[in-house]
């Protein structure tokens, strides 16, 4: 059976997960709490990474290294990038990069992060597949969308910089973790996929609409690896 790891950048993003686990046992590594269990009855390690790229990148090591984790979700909510993407809205990782990568000053492509053989990291086509027919059959009210998401440590809160997103990576969402967990998975050869339910529209209503459609969007998403956890 696939021992999956689940990442959430914020505690509201974990705890019901964390509460829906029998007996799980909690270590601490890197000031973070690893729970490790059974959720639907199947091995899974749950844990907040705290926010940005450089806590997910350090919690994906920790879970390749001492949980030996065959695949890794990351959930949480996101500013969405387009406008049929609604608040509530599930975006599903096709691939992921780094927005906040620039090293034009040295000849490259913003976003290209050099002398690496990639910057782009496709999601799992399998795990991915799984979480669409999750979509459909438990969702169906919801609109449901598959493309890039692009992350970087910011807070996407102006227009400006949210088109720049799209025109410049065709970005469908936009968070602070999910490509460093896509890049540290797929450096380790890991399956991952990026669950995101958006909580805002990365403009000038974004701290508001963010501060009152979290809750919201995290249920969608807690609904969603649910069911994925099921199949797998
Ligand atoms: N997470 C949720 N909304 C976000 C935004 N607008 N920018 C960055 N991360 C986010």
Excluded at 53 to 69: G, P, R, S
Excluded at 103 to 113: D, L, N, P, Q, R
Excluded at 163 to 187: D, H
């Amino acid at each position: 059976m696939l021992k999956l790891g689940i990442i959430g950048a914020m505690e509201e993003e974990v705890n019901i997960l964390k509460s829906r686990m029998q007996e799980p046992k909690v270590k601490r590594i890197a000031s973070m709490d690893f729970y490790e269990g059974l959720l639907e009855g199947k091995p899974v390690v749950v844990v907040q990474s705290g926010i940005g790229k450089v806590n997910a990148a350090i919690c994906t090591q920790i879970l390749a290294d001492h949980y030996q984790i065959e695949a890794v979700i990351n959930t949480g909510v996101a500013g969405s990038l387009r406008n049929e993407i609604d608040i509530a809205d599930i975006v599903l990782s096709t691939d992921a990069l780094q927005h906040d990568m620039d090293a034009t000053g040295f000849g490259y492509e913003v976003g290209v992060i050099p002398r690496m053989e990639k910057s782009v990291f496709v999601s799992d086509p399998e795990l991915l597949a799984m979480a669409k027919e999750v979509c459909r059959e438990e969702l169906s009210n919801l609109g449901v969308h598959t493309g890039r998401i692009v992350s970087g440590d910011q807070f996407i809160s102006d227009s400006e910089k949210k088109e720049w997103l799209v025109k410049q990576f065709n970005g469908y969402c936009t968070e602070m973790e999910g490509a460093a967990i896509a890049q540290t998975a797929s450096l380790n050869q890991i399956p991952f996929l990026i669950i995101r339910a958006i909580s805002d529209k990365a403009d000038h209503s974004a701290e508001m609409s963010y501060k009152e459609f979290e809750e919201l969007a995290i249920k969608n998403t807690v609904i969603l690896l649910n069911g994925l956890i099921k199949r797998i």
